[in-house]
């Protein structure tokens, strides 16, 4: 799922210790479940209500009898995942179903809070941070990633009825937004808007980044890794003149290696402080996840406290053989754009389908 879903993050993650990304593949396969769940049936409320029970299952320790939903619990119990944070992201599903809208950039940042800064804070719990101030910050960057996609998503989006940049903002750049979702087409107002989201996500980008300084060593790389891709996906965006609408943003594979030894090299921002407030529409998830610390669990999952040799080597591998996973990365990248230009000829020859969606 992760490697068809987002190649993006599919390159990031091989950059964790394998202890935590696994549980990240985990959480990561939940997500896109659920995602494709509501996505793919017509009746999206009853999606919906089963979503509801399949997570009751998941935290009752008896979930279904499927990949995903087996993996997602026994991360849930190990790591001790607060309930609350799965279901922000069930709401932000619901909010989607429902059809919502969003008039002000405080109503795309509480649905960014949802469907993005959710997941951010799980994998800090994952790798066992529960610190308020980290949580902010990887809230943040779950934010700036839901911005970025937005962004990139404008034409996508349109051409099914939804909008999910700030309507005020359109309206002020004199568009007549229903119109333009009747025939969606670029123009300078869409454009000086979706200009305006991608500043603000760069903004945002730029405060999660103390953040990553806060996370174990071994996870930095991996972390920074995937801020640098998704915030390059913008800067595609920007390339192209900031239409969305006919364009979509695809970022070379060259440059996607570029950014990943870029990220395994850094030891990022010593010194910078971590410590500014949440954004208040991600305020609740901090809350949620630093409620429910267990610091002696954490550090025994994140330091390899009580595990074996071989695990606490995973836990603390470095990346040494940077060149190696480069190539290696590069060639992945190379795989998968092949699959998809045959898949988009109806030539797949049985390989598996690549989605476009997610980076």
Do not use: H
């Not at 409320?45 to 995903?68: F, I, K, N, T, W």
């Amino acid at each position: 799922m992760l490697s068809t879903g987002s190649k993006s993050f599919f390159a990031a993650s091989f950059f964790l210790p394998k202890m935590i990304r696994d549980p990240a593949a985990a959480l990561y396969a939940f997500c896109r479940v659920a995602d494709d769940a509501i996505d793919e049936q017509l009746d999206q409320q009853a999606a919906l209500e089963q979503l509801r029970e399949r997570l009751d299952r998941v935290y009752q320790g008896r979930p279904l009898p499927l990949a995903s939903d087996r993996a997602f619990a026994a991360t849930v119990e190990r790591f001790d995942v607060p309930r609350a944070l799965p279901e922000a992201l069930l709401e932000g599903f619901a909010w989607d179903a429902e059809g919502r809208a969003y008039e002000t950039i405080e109503g795309v940042l509480d649905y960014s809070a949802r469907v993005a800064a959710a997941v951010g804070a799980m994998m800090t719990v994952i790798m066992g941070v529960r610190a308020p101030s980290v949580l902010a910050r990887a809230c943040d960057l779950g934010t700036a990633m839901q911005l970025t996609n937005i962004c990139r998503d404008v034409g996508e989006d349109a051409r099914n009825g939804r909008v999910y940049l700030p309507k005020a903002w359109l309206r002020a750049e004199g568009l007549d937004v229903e119109a333009w979702l009747a025939n969606p087409t670029y123009n300078d107002a869409v454009g000086a808007v979706i200009k305006r989201v991608l500043d603000l996500a760069e903004e945002i980008y730029q405060r999660a980044e103390s953040g990553i300084a806060k996370l174990p060593v071994p996870c930095r790389p991996g972390i920074y890794a995937a801020r640098l891709l998704y915030a390059e996906i913008g800067r595609e965006v920007a390339r192209n003149g900031y239409d969305s609408v006919t364009t979509r943003a695809v970022v070379p594979p060259g440059r996607k290696v570029t950014l990943l030894s870029r990220a395994v090299v850094a030891t990022p921002f010593p010194g910078r402080s971590c410590e500014e407030q949440a954004l208040p529409e991600n305020q609740f998830l901090v809350s949620a996840a630093a409620a429910k610390a267990r610091p002696e669990r954490s550090r025994a999952v994140v330091l390899g406290s009580g595990q074996g040799a071989s695990q606490r080597q995973a836990v603390q591998e470095s990346p040494q053989s940077v060149g190696e996973k480069l190539i290696w990365v590069l060639d992945l990248f190379a795989t998968l754009d092949e699959r998809q230009r045959m898949a988009s000829l109806g030539q797949d020859g049985g390989l598996m389908r690549v989605s476009t969606g997610g980076g």
